[in-house]
């Protein structure tokens, strides 16, 4: 049975994108068929991380929206970044979103039928045979977000030790338990090294009531990379790939 896995964030600079990127490349990496949706597509980013360059991008997520062509043509086969780190199964696919100005204002001016949308997400699977399929979430609160949270079998909530992520999240969270979400996750992404790690996993568990898999540490190694690869088939023994590694394997289980 495949399964649909939303990574949402209240707010934006939580490194939503860059865990969806490394997680869904775990996934795939064991063996499994894995897509990727970018439909934060007021800002989009993902693309960045597989390497792909906006004149390799022939067809876009805006594309199928607007009826140009089926999604199953968006979809760029971008398992050559595993190299010989997956098997034989292993295939990852990325549906990315436009970075014209003018599809991005296009957008924000006119919308796009969700409907339309969540009939791609399974178009995708079907056609693609995909065991995963990840969606990187535009960030915050709107009427495309919801649908798609209620699509999804997981929801990985990404938030920081921050004030304002804290209040965000506990908003987010309640939207998600009201809809119904089959399982709820959280990750805390950007955590200073002197962190007591598992106190803070203790105190997000109790305010949230919602299990906590991961705990990413802040890293000048992420930063030096610059979003110039993906992080967890460069630094395999690196804490943070060790942390990606652990919140694969909860949304294998």
Sequence with gaps: MSKIISIHSYRGGTGKSNSTANIATAVARKGNRVGIVDSDIQSPGIHILFGLK?????????????????????????????KDQGNSRSSLYLVPSSVKLNDISRVIRERFDVEVLIKGFKELIKNLKLDYLFIDTHPGLNQET??????????????????????????????????????????????????????????????????????????????????????????PNHPISQAIEKVAKQIMA
């Design 54 to 82: 906006e004149g390799q991008v022939k067809r876009t997520l805006n594309d199928f929206l607007w009826g140009r062509c089926a999604i199953v043509d968006t979809a760029h086969d971008v398992t050559s970044v595993l």
């Design 146 to 235: 919801l649908i798609s949270l209620t699509t999804s079998d997981i929801v990985l909530l990404v938030l920081r030790p921050d004030q304002q992520d804290f209040q965000g999240t506990a908003v987010t969270v309640d939207v998600a338990r009201r809809l119904r979400v089959p399982k709820l996750l959280l990750l805390i992404n950007k955590v200073l090294k002197d962190y007591d790690f598992k106190d803070l996993q203790q105190q997000v568990e109790q305010t949230y009531q919602t299990p906590v898999v991961g705990i990413i540490p802040e890293s000048e190694d992420l930063l030096r990379l610059a979003s110039n690869g993906i992080f967890y088939l460069q630094y």
